[in-house]
């Protein structure tokens, strides 16, 4: 059955990206030279660099000849697969001051690790609740914007006292183009932060927005994969559209832009929507081929949970075609927000726009979340929080549903 079988990444994202080579591959050995004299000899800090697109930039960057590179995520796990990744591949891992640390990137021992620590010369933080699932409730919510806004303001703090971050780097979102979700909407905080927080004088601070990356950590597609192994039915969003690249290509874009993106300018990936948009039914049929097996749809999860013994004796699997009705959800993928204009990057595969300030640290907004968060008592109106947050962000429009993914399969 499928368990036994060994997953070839490389033959899963060619079924979903329907593309032989990386679309980032023009850039990248055009720019080879670039790349590497940006890391060659700095000091290199990469913060949730375990998960999927931190890790996909860090086996990159280390083989730029850096002359140290820290490594900082919440999760052991994810520190000690990175670890196992660059120490098992071909040529091993060839940098001379290596680390990983099991930290906190907004907790006070990360301040104190900063103050003790030499000036790294490029900072790039991967460090987020990126689910809109994460606002469900005004606790997830809270949660949510502590890593999304206030802790980053804190660490871009202990930055600049300490004289890190010559170059700052820090992953966006698509969803922060004209936001829907209060998960975009705090990406799109994120991005304030990245530009106007305790940036250092003459600093460089570049983001980059992008969409779906395939059988990323927590992604549907990774879950199809689960789905299979545990026998269960697969599940997505009916007549629903979405962008993908590789894990790889995340790595790719992130290194482009951190590295080589100009200061106030927040890239991504130039996609044609009629050739790259990926109608997600379409996708997890080709994922049950790839196993042997045949797509049979269903609208309902009960249903489709009974039927499936006997379809997967007949070489069919389930699959459960759902309303795209919960909160936030957004049936289409942009780059570019409101008020937003395309520039040119310098880059054959990614384009630009220049950030455009919100009105969130001006009117506020962040100081008032930064007390949200901090609180462990008075009211909680999440109403009130989304009102300061929409108040701020050129077209923000909050999608609630009274619906979420914890209801859904």
């Given at each position: 059955?499928?368990?036994?079988?060994?997953?070839?990444?490389?033959?899963l994202d060619?079924?979903?990206l329907?593309?032989?080579?990386?679309?980032?591959?023009e850039d990248?050995?055009?720019?080879s030279?670039d790349?590497?004299?940006?890391v060659?000899?700095?000091?290199?800090?990469?913060?949730?660099?375990?998960?999927?697109i931190g890790?996909?930039?860090?086996?990159?960057?280390?083989g730029?000849?850096?002359?140290?590179?820290?490594?900082v995520?919440q999760?052991?796990n994810?520190?000690a697969?990175l670890v196992?990744d660059l120490?098992?591949?071909?040529?091993?891992?060839?940098?001379g001051?290596?680390?990983t640390?099991?930290?906190?990137?907004?907790a006070?021992?990360?301040g104190?690790?900063l103050?003790d620590?030499?000036?790294?010369?490029?900072?790039?933080?991967?460090a987020?609740?990126?689910?809109?699932?994460?606002?469900?409730?005004?606790?997830?919510l809270?949660q949510?914007?502590?890593?999304n806004?206030?802790?980053?303001?804190?660490?871009k703090?202990?930055?600049?006292?300490?004289?890190?971050?010559?170059?700052?780097?820090?992953?966006s979102t698509?969803?922060?183009?004209?936001p829907?979700?209060?998960?975009?909407a705090?990406?799109?905080?994120?991005e304030?932060?990245?530009?106007?927080?305790a940036?250092l004088?003459?600093?460089?601070?570049?983001?980059?927005?992008f969409?779906?990356?395939?059988f990323s950590?927590?992604?549907?597609?990774?879950?199809?994969?689960?789905?299979?192994?545990k026998s269960?039915?697969?599940?997505?969003p009916r007549d629903?559209?979405?962008?993908?690249?590789?894990?790889r290509?995340?790595?790719?874009?992130c290194a482009?832009?951190a590295?080589?993106?100009?200061?106030g300018?927040v890239?991504?990936?130039r996609l044609?929507p009629?050739?790259?948009?990926?109608?997600?039914?379409?996708?997890?049929?080709r994922?049950?081929?790839?196993?042997g097996?045949?797509a049979q749809?269903f609208?309902?999860?009960?249903?489709?949970?009974d039927?499936?013994p006997?379809?997967?004796r007949e070489g069919r699997?389930?699959?459960?075609?759902?309303?795209?009705?919960?909160s936030?959800?957004?049936?289409?993928?942009?780059?570019?927000?409101?008020?937003?204009e395309?520039?040119d990057?310098?880059?054959?595969?990614?384009?630009a726009?220049?950030?455009l300030?919100?009105?969130?640290?001006?009117?506020?907004?962040?100081?008032?979340?930064?007390?949200?968060?901090?609180?462990v008592?008075?009211?909680?109106?999440k109403?009130a929080?989304v009102?300061?947050i929409?108040?701020?962000?050129?077209?923000?429009?909050?999608r609630?549903?009274?619906?979420?993914?914890?209801e859904?399969?």
């Amino acid at each position: 059955m499928y368990e036994t079988m060994r997953v070839d990444q490389a033959a899963l994202d060619r079924l979903v990206l329907r593309r032989e080579r990386s679309q980032f591959a023009e850039d990248l050995q055009r720019r080879s030279d670039d790349l590497r004299a940006a890391v060659a000899g700095k000091r290199v800090l990469v913060v949730g660099g375990g998960g999927t697109i931190g890790s996909a930039t860090t086996l990159l960057i280390s083989g730029l000849g850096p002359a140290a590179l820290h490594v900082v995520d919440q999760s052991e796990n994810y520190l000690a697969e990175l670890v196992r990744d660059l120490r098992g591949r071909p040529g091993g891992l060839d940098v001379g001051d290596f680390r990983t640390l099991p930290i906190d990137y907004g907790a006070p021992v990360m301040g104190r690790f900063l103050a003790d620590s030499a000036p790294y010369d490029i900072v790039m933080n991967f460090a987020a609740l990126k689910h809109v699932r994460s606002e469900k409730d005004v606790y997830s919510l809270l949660q949510m914007i502590d890593t999304n806004v206030v802790r980053h303001v804190r660490f871009k703090r202990w930055l600049a006292q300490g004289g890190h971050g010559a170059r700052y780097f820090a992953v966006s979102t698509d969803k922060a183009a004209n936001p829907t979700s209060l998960m975009g909407a705090s990406k799109r905080l994120m991005e304030d932060i990245v530009f106007d927080v305790a940036a250092l004088e003459g600093a460089t601070s570049v983001s980059a927005r992008f969409a779906n990356v395939a059988f990323s950590n927590g992604s549907l597609l990774q879950g199809f994969l689960y789905r299979l192994t545990k026998s269960q039915p697969l599940a997505v969003p009916r007549d629903t559209r979405r962008y993908f690249v590789s894990q790889r290509e995340s790595g790719e874009i992130c290194a482009l832009a951190a590295l080589l993106g100009g200061d106030g300018q927040v890239l991504f990936p130039r996609l044609d929507p009629v050739g790259e948009l990926q109608l997600l039914e379409e996708v997890a049929t080709r994922v049950l081929e790839h196993a042997g097996l045949r797509a049979q749809a269903f609208d309902d999860e009960q249903a489709a949970r009974d039927a499936l013994p006997a379809l997967a004796r007949e070489g069919r699997w389930p699959l459960l075609l759902t309303p795209l009705d919960t909160s936030g959800e957004k049936p289409y993928e942009e780059f570019v927000g409101h008020g937003e204009e395309e520039i040119d990057a310098g880059l054959a595969t990614l384009g630009a726009v220049r950030h455009l300030r919100s009105r969130a640290i001006s009117d506020g907004v962040i100081a008032m979340l930064e007390d949200a968060v901090g609180r462990v008592d008075g009211d909680l109106d999440k109403a009130a929080i989304v009102a300061a947050i929409e108040s701020a962000i050129p077209n923000f429009s909050h999608r609630e549903t009274g619906k979420n993914l914890d209801e859904r399969l």
